[in-house]
């Protein structure tokens, strides 16, 4: 009996074939599927957050499809296959794992955390001969915030961190007061684009020391302001509103306390 892997993996291989495949499967390259390799993890994600597991799992092949498809790329580029790809992560899995496979002894999620990014920074190290930085290794095309809070982390590994997260939040006020003697200096565009990045940054480190993640907590905050707004919006079409500031102000502060 053929498994669903293998069948995949067959489907994978006659649309990238080049007299019969696909057109467009045909044309594609590592730097062209990547932008819908990263939307299908962000599709992942939005059925875990709406709680639709039928969608989750229908989300989850086409994830999986776009490592198939990177697979196979770089099978006919004679680099590596999809097995060698399987392989490769249940060795990692494994290796970073000696409490489970082996007879390390990790007592708390904490212990795990710490040993896991351990053993992280010494694959990196093995890889490069030697890690010029802490910051090494963080790749650029992470989200913005969630970028910021790993190299924040990274930096606290060496002592470069607040003692908590109430020591973070002077910071954010001097982030913001920065903000306000820019504007009232004129608001030059790029000073004031480098304050907001260094406010923006310095919320993502209190969100780290929170133990919060800034990518799901903004996410999380936009719906809500959606689905606030959007019932504002119907509330005020319905009293003839308009656009008055104060009556859509009214209108929002009574969805607030409606839902709490």
């Known amino acids: 009996m053929t498994r669903p892997i293998d069948a995949l993996l067959d489907i994978m291989i006659r649309l990238r074939d080049p007299e019969h495949g696909c057109p ?12 819908y390799t990263i939307e299908e993890a962000y599709e992942v994600a939005d059925a ?16 999986l499809f776009q490592v198939v498809f990177h697979a196979r790329m770089a099978e006919e580029a004679g680099l590596f296959a999809f097995d060698d790809v399987a392989a490769a992560i249940s060795d990692k899995m494994m290796r970073r794992h000696p409490h489970v496979f082996g007879d390390a002894k990790i007592a708390s999620v904490a212990a795990q955390n710490e040993a896991w990014e351990a053993h992280k920074a010494a694959e990196r190290q093995r890889v490069s001969g030697g890690a010029d930085s802490v910051l090494d290794g963080v790749a650029l095309a992470f989200p913005a915030l ?8 990274r930096a ?16 954010l006020v001097e982030e913001i007061a920065e903000i306000e003697a820019e504007l009232d200096d004129g608001a030059h565009h790029e000073k004031v684009e480098d304050e907001v990045g260094d406010l923006l940054f310095a919320v993502a480190q209190l969100a780290r020391k929170l133990d919060v993640e800034p990518e799901t907590a903004l996410r999380r905050a936009t719906t809500k302001f959606e689905r606030r707004f959007r019932d504002v919006e119907k509330r005020a079409a319905e009293h003839g509103t308009g656009r008055d500031l104060d009556a859509l102000e009214r209108l929002w502060q009574q969805v607030k306390r409606e839902e709490q």
């Open 156 to 171: 606290a590994r060496i002592g470069f961190d607040w003692p908590d997260a109430r020591a973070v939040i002077p910071k």
């Open 24 to 35: 467009w499967d045909r044309e594609q390259d590592f730097s062209t599927i990547a932008p």
């Open 48 to 63: 875990i957050e709406r709680g639709d597991k039928a969608a989750l799992r229908d989300e989850l092949g086409d994830l």
């Open 146 to 153: 969630l970028r910021a809070a790993k190299i924040g982390r």
